[in-house]
């Protein structure tokens, strides 16, 4: 049972190859953000794994407790939620300027009228 | 008193000027105070490149923690010789911004202009501050988003799709850096990065390693712009403001050069790099393609900021082959070139500013004639594409220089070629502008054209006098850059 024992890990990678795909494969500039930012939650969900201690608690200190779980990854990633959420706000911007500018937020179209 | 404590205002005075910015309200008053902190700036990178010269590696405790549980400002030769790099190019474009950001930028975005390019250089200098590699991710990111907003405000619309394209492609690059220091943490607990390099080659090779290892390269490649990540290159420079693309085309992939620099040579060490993991075949390979494949495309542009965009990713590869050969000649080479790169294609991107400021385009079909019509501008393109192609008695001579004689000491001699092929290459594409400007007549409708403001000849001007001047003093930056190659293939810090 050693596979289902990482099975964080497991979702981790699924989540990551569903986002990465996500980014490549749509003409959509939105349906690309949201691919990004599976791919960044991905990434979020193995620093909080990575994080837990077996058995241990919330890390506050306490009487009644011994082994508490790492809060360092918890935190780096709060930090990374911030940036994660100022991406996809700056990519939203951007999306908004383009459909202004060209009328429209698929890839393809856009190509086409660049080549005109 | 103070003194103790530059490491640390470095990064965070540009980080407290950019919210000051918006105060402003007003683009000129926005202009005067960026001007003086980036002037503030550049003093304190000469002051810490002192320092550290006359004193050794400076650690400066975040908050008073002890590091590693702390965040440390380390700074040895390497990076505050990138800091006086970045604070001195920013420094010298500052006279250049007012006209050209008045031109291109709307005037209630001016002072938020401004705010954002504090910004941008708040993150390159934190990324090179920083002793610690979660910082690095965080202040990577700073930049990175700090860059796709400035690159956004190019007045053609296509800049709007270059960004897009930049924000997405960097994401995937800085996400990637991420996972990389997430594996590093989890096996060795720290993030700090001279703990790291006591710990990591103690683990040898386990497999959290390589995969950290393979993680940062291949992140750090991607915002270095290496071949075959150099897609988001060439449109962010073409269509960016000009004073973005000069800027950018200094800083942004220099800093990831450092980045490169300080994982492969401080974080996983030397031996683990380049002799368990085959990093030489992987960059001198990339880097030759990039060189090659860069330089050449660039001949057949038919826009100028587009063509020296993609001579950047040219002289990008001229950076992996002095990483890659892993001696003390080519990373003192590739450092070399990385100060001299920057001037070079700092100032040519301005002169392509002014070109554009006085007419409109920077299509050669436009530069016809140029040379009579704009004289100095013409002439500082001129010295700077010689720079470019290595011609000596410039700057980029002495780094072409010193990446031949490196290649040679481990009688890699084909790469010796490469090099040499990728200069004659760039006397190609620097040729076509020169044909254009000097050698066709001015359309017969032109309308008379004036030399550019002064401001923006004297920043212009700066950045390439500067190339011919450390062509011909090469003491001072070679002297720099081989005290710190030193210190890099020393090992741990």
């Known amino acids: ?116 | 008193m103070i003194a103790t404590h530059l490491p640390v205002l470095q990064v965070a005075v540009p980080l407290i000027a950019a919210p000051i910015c918006v105060l402003l309200r007003r683009g000129s008053y926005a202009w005067i105070f960026t001007t003086v902190i980036c002037w503030g700036l550049l003093a304190i990178a000469a002051l810490l490149l002192d320092q550290v010269m006359s004193g050794g590696a400076i650690s400066y405790r975040l908050g008073g923690w002890e590091p590693p549980i702390g965040i440390e400002y380390r700074l040895d030769g390497v990076n505050a010789f990138v800091l006086l790099i970045l604070a001195g190019t920013a420094a010298l474009m500052m006279p250049y911004a007012r006209q050209s950001v008045e031109r291109e930028v709307r005037p209630e975005r001016r002072h938020l202009f401004y705010a954002i390019f504090l910004l941008a250089l708040t993150g390159l200098l934190g990324i090179t501050a920083t002793g610690d590699v979660f910082n690095i991710y965080v202040f990577l990111e700073i930049s990175s988003l700090a860059s796709y907003v400035l690159i956004a405000q190019g007045t053609r619309r296509r800049a709007r799709t270059a960004s897009f394209q930049y924000l997405i492609i960097g994401t995937i690059g800085a996400s990637l850096i991420l996972v990389g220091v997430g594996f590093l943490y989890a096996k060795t607990g720290t993030l700090n990065i001279a703990d790291l390099a006591v710990r990591v080659p103690a683990l040898g090779e386990t497999p959290a390693v390589l995969a950290a290892f393979a993680f940062i390269t291949v992140g750090v490649l991607i915002k270095l712009a290496l071949f075959p990540f150099h897609m988001w290159l060439p449109n962010a420079y073409a269509y960016a403001p000009s004073m973005v693309s000069a800027f950018l085309a200094a800083t942004a992939t220099k800093v990831g050069a450092y980045m490169l620099l300080r994982f492969v040579f401080t974080v996983f060490g030397v031996h683990f790099a380049f002799e368990t993991m085959p990093l030489t075949e992987i960059l001198l390979a990339l880097s030759l393609i990039a060189v090659l494949a860069g330089s050449l495309v660039a001949v057949f542009q038919s826009d100028l900021k587009r063509l020296l965009a993609f001579s950047s990713v040219g002289q990008i590869g001229y950076l992996g082959v002095g990483i890659g050969l892993a001696s003390v000649t080519g990373v003192t080479g590739a450092l070399v070139h990385i100060f001299n790169h920057a001037l070079m294609k700092g100032g040519l991107f301005l002169a392509a500013g002014t070109i554009a400021y006085r007419l409109g385009a920077t299509d050669l079909s436009a530069l016809h004639g140029l040379g009579r019509r704009m004289p100095f501008t013409m002439a500082a393109v001129v010295i700077g594409g010689l720079g470019l192609v290595g011609v000596p008695i410039t700057s980029g001579f002495v780094s072409k220089w010193y990446l031949v004689q490196a290649a040679f000491e481990q009688d890699l001699w084909p790469v010796a070629l490469f090099v040499l092929a990728g200069s004659l290459i760039a006397l190609a594409y620097v040729g076509r502008v020169i044909e254009a400007a000097y050698f066709r007549p001015p359309p017969p409708d032109s309308e008379p054209v004036q030399e550019a403001p002064w401001a923006m000849q004297l920043s212009t001007w700066a950045l390439i006098a500067g190339s011919v001047y450390f062509g011909l003093h090469t003491d001072l930056t070679v002297g720099i850059a081989e005290r710190a190659a030193t210190v890099l293939l020393a090992g741990a810090p």
Do not use: C
């Open chain 1, 1 to 116: 049972m050693e596979a289902l024992s990482h099975v964080n890990y497991w979702a981790a990678i699924v989540l990551a190859m569903i986002g990465l795909y996500a980014v490549i494969a749509p003409s959509n500039l939105i349906k690309k953000l949201i691919g990004l930012g599976m791919f960044q939650s991905a990434i979020f969900l193995v620093y909080i794994t990575v994080g837990k201690v077996e058995g241990g608690t919330a890390p506050i200190i306490d009487s009644g407790h011994a082994v508490y779980s790492n809060p360092l990854p918890h935190v780096l990633i709060l930090t990374a939620i911030v940036v994660a959420v100022s991406t996809l706000a700056v990519g939203l911007a951007l999306a908004v300027a383009i459909k202004r500018d060209y009328g429209t937020v698929e890839e393809d179209e856009i190509d086409e009228q660049d080549r005109r």
